[in-house]
């Protein structure tokens, strides 16, 4: 399907955090530096819906009209959509990509999540 395309692209762009598509409307994604505007590959709120629904597919998980919120992991990113069926007006989902690099205590000491003392604790 052309739509499910259009998001394994969107996923491959270089240094991509996070991606948010409300219907036809709106693209957003987040390189690092907060959300950013982007070309929206939807020409309709039906092609992100039908979209939606096959990626749920393929991750096993129902999306459709009785079950109109879905979260499932697909593409080595975790989604969060939403169907426009009495819940919101658009289909809409948000996207994280899971990074690749593994997070360690010295990285958290960094980014002031921790401590130098607690992150030097052994478990």
Do not use: C, W
């Not at 399907?1 to 996923?11: G, N």
């Not at 929206?40 to 939606?52: G, T, V, Y």
């Amino acid at each position: 399907m052309k739509e499910v395309i259009e998001i394994q692209r969107l996923l491959e762009l270089p240094g991509l955090n996070d991606l948010v598509i409300s219907g036809a409307l709106m693209a957003q994604a987040d390189f690092g530096d907060g959300l950013v505007e982007i070309e929206n590959p939807f020409l309709s709120s039906q092609k992100l819906s039908e979209a939606l629904s096959e990626l749920a597919l393929s991750a096993g998980v129902r999306l459709d009209i009785a079950k109109p919120i879905a979260d499932f992991s697909l593409y080595g990113a975790r989604f969060h959509a939403v169907l426009a069926q009495g819940v919101s007006p658009i289909p809409l989902v948000s996207i994280r990509k899971h990074q690749p690099q593994a997070i360690t205590l010295e990285h958290l000491v960094q980014a002031q999540m921790l401590t130098h003392h607690a992150g030097s604790l052994a478990f």
